[in-house]
């Protein structure tokens, strides 16, 4: 598909040249649309993922919405845990909770290894349908959750602030903690290279939860992992994309693990992701979620343009928030900074 | 007091050579303690804090119990606003809570000027027989909340996650927000100078939440007013230490504030936190609290070491946690780190 290929989203996650910066927005599908309201009504969410023809159509609101340059696959990271039968269910306005969280070795038996064409062939089916519809012009980013941030849903039970069982576990018995990390980037590397052979252009690896831990902590315990699953999907040639949020000390170490690309949140500038990646990764972001949702246009305004000119018209640059959309965001602001960002002259703010 | 001039802990504070590195903790007195449960018993936070004798006894049992080479005065941030009547409780398992939150220019007139001797002479008081009790051996930190951390509490009603309310002053009316943060400073400089006419050797601002907002959002709205009671409490000769949690993108601003002393927390190494200060400030912590909580002692020994290596024996290193002492951390492991510290040749880890 050399139009994909070429597409300025696809072309800016590999450093070159752009005749406008890419833009999307992480959860631009989903909470903030009216028609996602509209469309999934009371469906639960991992009920609307397994639909494929539900899943694509939501993937596909916000592109149509906005001209976005790239969808992402309206899916979760506890999808494939949850696909094996370790017992998660997704609770409204709570997040993911386990039923059984995991507690002891025995529970490595409830994480079998997991086959994406077995355990969750309505996801391939998504990407598929996806992969048609979008053909040639706006390129399907697939994704997965790194093995730290779903071993805390596992561990913890629900979602947490602190972390306090995921820490027990890899200070008191790091061997099972590395064994349940390698568990878990087996089902992160199957499940991306499913999608990409489904025809993903391009895959992100969530460690939303990464920045709770020390850097120190973070280098021992959990960039093994990471590095093993950027290594294990090498070969597909598609950009690489790390993400979390409070992650802007990992940046170096992501660009060491082998990502193409980092997310960079809004407590750095992209000039200082630049700075701790050395150069070696494209950078994505990084307009602050809180403003978009809460100030005025002239705030949004200036704070978008504050982002292109942090990044000085240097290649390899997706126009991002610094964090997932927030629900009361209005979808009007959002269209506003799409046209701003591609109205603007690459390279303009150099 | 030429004896307490010469303590460890104020001379690493101003970056002089000293024969063993100073440690203390924050939140080293309180909930962690046997003997502070004992002594409070089922007095409320703040009434204990208006009872001199209490409150210097429970500043105490950590420098008895542990040796550690400051005190602390056990106080609390919101301590000023509620002495001017503002509404404000400490509810037990929340935090502060505000009877009516501030929302309009008119709350202005609920913030009167703030008087140290007029509106909390229980606090002078206790400072007054902490520098009688203390004298020639441990110097004293007294403290205030920056006026960013003190109005969200303020703004939010209670302790918060998002700081929308907070958010949304700042962006739709700086105007307001400014005048908000100008009169909280007022109640932090005549606060901190009350306790240093009192007897306090040291000061500690702490804008705990400050991390919230983006760098840039920090410079426009909030750097003026640290700045401004930094100079104000500069002719008293004592060093001025800024603290903060999530907040290392910000030590850099600090120092230009006039921070003697930079709080890294544990997201960073403190040689990196020395490379964002410019070498300006001396730098306090930054042992992940969480490990000393939840951790067995070698690893608590190994972080404490690395903590030590990172600062390389350079002088002006104050010892300390990356954030607050956890409630379920056990006093024997503190002890230990205490000890470690004191017996590590200065300079040993250049």
Redesign the interface.
Known sequence: MPDLENSRFLRACRQLPVDATPVWFMRQAGRSLPEYKALKGTTNILDAIAEPELAAEITLQPVRRYGVDAAILYSDIVVPVQSVGFGVEIAAGVGPVIERPFTSADDLDRLPEFDPAEHTPYVLETVRLLAKELAGSTPLIGFAGAPFTVASYLLEGRPS??Y?QT??LL??DPGLFHELLDRLAQYCIASLRGQVAAGASAIQVFDSWA?AL????YAEHVLPSTRKIFSAVADLGVPRIASGV?T??LLGHWADAGADVVSVD????LDEARRRTGGRTAVQGNL?P??VA???WP?VEA?SH?VLASNAGRPGHIFNLGHGVRPETAPATLQRVVDLVHAAPVGSHA
């Open positions: 602030r602190d306090v820490r027990k200070w008191s920045g020390t850097p120190e902590d409070g802007s000390e809004s407590t750095i500038t602050d809180w403003a809460l100030a005025s705030v704070k504050a």
